[in-house]
């Protein structure tokens, strides 16, 4: 049973959306956390942070600025940490396309770094966040976060002796998350009473902030080393986003931005050779890993996959209706949402 208590959390990244959600949830559930720390390289947003949950209310609270680039500053800010939940990275796919060096630099590079950090420190397990994107990529965000995918999986091979356990956790859209489509739709009808519309068709995964946080705790807890877990989540369409915020507002169509598909992907046909379903979740086991299949299977009553199997936005079995999706911002992006 994971217990935080005691134990020492660094998020890196921490400043942003799923991290304040993991602040929140760590706090509440686990009180006796010994130092929960922020580590992002966003000054403003950690003083911003710090306001919201102050060191005088949460003494266990800790906030260091750095770069995932600065494997130094990260080996010292990894000392006697427990458990790294990495979260930093440059995620605006029209951004990385446009600054490819940059994207680059921060999220295969910082990966990088993160994983020679640990493995020079005590930390016991780490928890790197995916995207869909990373699913057969065709933008250079998602080929730098898949490549990201590989490092962490990977580390478990490097380890030695080192008892310390990677993993990963793939998901799609984040309900309400900074820079996500339901606050700027949500804007854009107040500003302008004008939804644009990249493509009709479009679709996407959508999972809610709690969700993402519950995918990272698993994670922790049962990770043997190399797994890249996956959440079995609804999709929703583009128009019924709009249509539930703003029935009424103008649709123009804008085309698609440099780097974005029609419909996401978080599991390939030829990822299904590897993967497992938990239940809850799926997961897609490593090529080559430290400890015995058959003792995994039997542990988590894993079912394997159907060869051929696909996990597509598009073709989901699970779909959010405009009422589902209109319940769904009032819970979890604005409670005050009107039509």
Not at 5 to 25: D, Q
Not at 308 to 334: A, C, M, P, Q
Request: charged share 25%; hydrophobic share 35%; glycine share 6%.
């Amino acid at each position: 049973m994971l217990d935080l208590n005691k134990k020492s959390i660094l998020i890196t990244g921490g400043t942003g959306s799923l991290g304040k959600a993991l602040t929140r949830h760590i706090l509440a559930k686990y009180p006796e956390t010994r130092r929960l720390i922020i580590y992002s390289r966003d000054e403003q947003k950690q003083f911003q942070m710090a306001q919201e949950f102050p060191i005088e209310k949460h003494p266990q609270m800790r906030y260091f600025i750095g770069d995932v680039r600065d494997k130094e500053r990260l080996t010292r800010a990894f000392q006697d940490v427990d458990y790294v939940i990495h979260a930093a990275a440059m995620k605006h796919v029209h951004i990385a396309e446009y600054n490819p060096g940059e994207c680059i630099k921060t999220n295969i590079g910082g990966a990088e770094n993160v994983v020679e950090a640990c493995l020079q420190t005590n930390v016991q397990r780490v928890v790197a966040l995916s995207t869909d994107k990373a699913c057969a990529p065709i933008n250079l965000y998602g080929a730098t976060k898949l490549t990201s995918d590989k490092l962490f999986i990977a580390a478990n091979n490097i380890k030695g002796n080192n008892p310390i356990r990677f993993s990963v956790v793939r998901y799609g859209n984040v309900m309400g998350s900074n820079g996500s489509v339901i606050p700027f739709f949500i804007n854009k009808k107040k500003e302008e009473n004008k939804l644009p519309i990249t493509d009709p068709n479009m679709t996407r995964f959508n999972i809610s902030l709690q969700g993402g946080v519950d995918m990272v705790m698993h994670a922790l807890e049962h990770a043997w080393g190399g797994e890249l877990f996956v959440p079995k989540i609804p999709s929703y369409k583009i128009m019924d986003v709009a249509n539930a915020i703003g029935p009424d507002c103008e649709k123009p169509l804008v085309g698609i931005r440099p780097g974005e598909k029609v419909h996401e992907e978080m599991i390939t046909p030829s990822d299904s050779f590897y993967t497992y379903d938990l239940g809850k979740y799926y997961v897609i086991l490593p090529a080559t890993h430290s400890w015995k299949l058959s003792e995994f299977l039997e542990t988590f009553d894993a079912k394997k996959a159907p060869l051929g199997f696909s996990y597509n936005s598009g073709d989901n079995e699970h779909w959010e209706t405009i009422e589902s999706l209109r319940n769904l911002i009032k819970e979890h992006v604005d409670s005050n949402f009107t039509v």
